[in-house]
């Protein structure tokens, strides 16, 4: 019986948190994976694999994006940020993270980095949002422990602080 | 949930791209990705080859005209949807977009692979059919123009040949005196919906002259049926064509209960809409 053929591995360099990976990787390879195993970036939670569940969600040229909907090799032309971008200088907590630590956002926390990166988006577009427009903004995101409900307020609480650092 | 293996090539050029696509008849186009993925993942498909269209040039256009709306095969759905002049021109398109999927998915799934992806639990789909749109495709035998009347073969099945990319699609403008609507029932907003409806009635002097119905997940293909000589029931006239199935998210008979519900509800917004923009077109033309 012959080996079989070892699949064809891509250089591919990403632009990552201002910093570049140069990465092998076959074609097959997911961004949510190569984020986690090539790059060493384990913030990044894979859920469902499918898009359902939002915790892989990464940004994309600052919009929120799947990164198990997407391949590394098509990941070239892009500054991508993951959760452990958002945190600022000296380690200070971003607004987002604060309001998290602040209003009990997350109980088991694997879902979070989906939330965190999904609400640094959406208070770009939407510094001051509505209650209804919280929800909405969080809609393609699953908790199985919180309810939300402390989610809801800390999207809230973090366009407060936004406001209050600025 | 891995893909199975493949082979990647990300061409700079349409003519590579073909050229890839006719030489390798197990190659898939890959674009925004946001319904191929999963279906890697799940392997419920295995391209031996994707090909991936997102280095191509000048496809990312949304262009709105009197005629109508212009989208390139790598405008984003968000990038539709935020264009308000798209929405000027044609008001379903955003009526629409707002429900397919959740922004996430938008930021990255294209308009015009939602069409050739062909699934009749999509918006877009039916969009298209409902405007009597079309979607142009081209391949290393030449471009064409496939109207929506022609494009849905099946289940997540379109009528395009295995080496055509599409590379546009064409929504029609709203003609003067014409309105339309939609709505949807899904589980979370921004799920798959159960039902959705979308209506197009063109009226003159406020009567209606022509009235239209688009569905979506309650039958193989996106349908549309036509109930202008249907407006005294126009639910039962589409129930005769609709094939609502039971699957995990809904019974059949749900199914049908919705349609009964949203029909006249779309109708009559879909009038309503019409008679104001008629009214506001009189108005604009005394002043």
Request: aromatic residues 4%.
């Given at each position: 019986m012959s080996a079989p053929t070892p699949e064809e591995l891509h250089d591919v360099r990403l632009h990552v948190n201002g910093s570049v990976h140069e990465v092998q990787v076959p074609a097959r390879r997911l961004l949510s994976d190569a984020l986690r195993?090539?790059?060493?970036?384990?913030?990044t939670h894979v859920g469902?694999?499918?898009?359902?569940?939002?915790?892989?969600t990464v940004l994309v040229d600052g919009a929120p994006v799947r990164s198990c909907l997407m391949f590394a090799v098509s990941a070239v032309d892009a500054e991508i940020t993951t959760v452990e971008g958002l945190t600022e200088a000296e380690d200070t907590l971003s607004p987002v993270q604060q309001a998290f630590s602040d209003c009990h956002g997350l109980q088991c926390g694997f879902c979070t980095p989906g939330f965190l990166t999904t609400i640094t988006a959406g208070l770009k577009d939407n510094p001051d949002p509505t209650e209804d427009e919280a929800r909405e903004m969080i809609a393609g995101n699953l908790c199985r422990c919180t309810g939300y409900q402390n989610i809801v307020k800390s999207v809230l609480r973090a366009a407060e602080i936004e406001r209050e650092r600025a | 949930m891995k893909p199975a293996p493949f082979a990647f090539l990300r061409p700079a050029t349409l003519e590579e791209a073909l050229a890839a696509l006719a030489g390798e008849p197990g190659a898939k186009v890959l674009a925004?990705?946001?319904?191929?993925v999963p279906l890697l993942s799940m392997r419920l498909a295995a391209p031996s080859m994707l090909i991936d269209i997102n280095a191509l040039p000048d496809l990312g256009h949304v262009t709105p005209d009197a005629t109508g709306v212009r989208v390139g095969a790598l405008a984003r759905h968000a990038h539709v949807l935020a264009s308000a002049e798209a929405a000027e021109v044609q008001p379903l398109l955003a009526l629409a977009l707002s429900h397919v999927a959740h922004p996430t998915i938008r930021n990255r799934g294209t308009t015009v692979g939602s069409l050739v992806h062909a699934d009749a639990a999509a918006e877009m789909p039916m969009v298209l059919r409902l405007l009597e749109g079309s979607v142009d495709v081209e391949s290393v035998r030449g471009r064409r123009t496939v109207p929506a009347g022609e494009l849905f073969a099946g289940p997540l099945e379109s009528t395009l040949a295995h080496d055509e990319i599409a590379v546009e699609a064409f929504f029609p403008a709203l003609p003067a005196g014409a309105g339309v609507a939609f709505q949807e029932i899904a589980?979370?907003?921004?799920?798959?919906?159960?039902v959705g409806v979308a209506a197009l009635v063109e009226t003159d002097g406020g009567e209606v002259t022509r009235a239209r119905l688009g569905y979506v997940s309650v039958s193989d293909v996106p349908v549309v049926v036509d109930v202008t000589d249907a407006l005294d029931d126009p639910a039962a006239a589409a129930l005769a064509e609709l094939e609502p199935a039971d699957d995990i998210h809904a019974t059949a008979a749900y199914r049908a209960h919705l349609v009964k519900v949203l029909t006249p509800r779309v109708l009559a917004d879909a009038v309503h809409h019409a008679r104001q923009r008629s009214a506001q077109k009189d108005e604009k033309d005394m002043a």
């Open positions: 195993h090539d790059c060493g970036l384990t913030g469902c694999e499918h898009g359902v569940c939002g915790a892989c | 925004g990705g946001q319904s191929l589980r979370r907003h921004g799920d798959y919906a159960l």
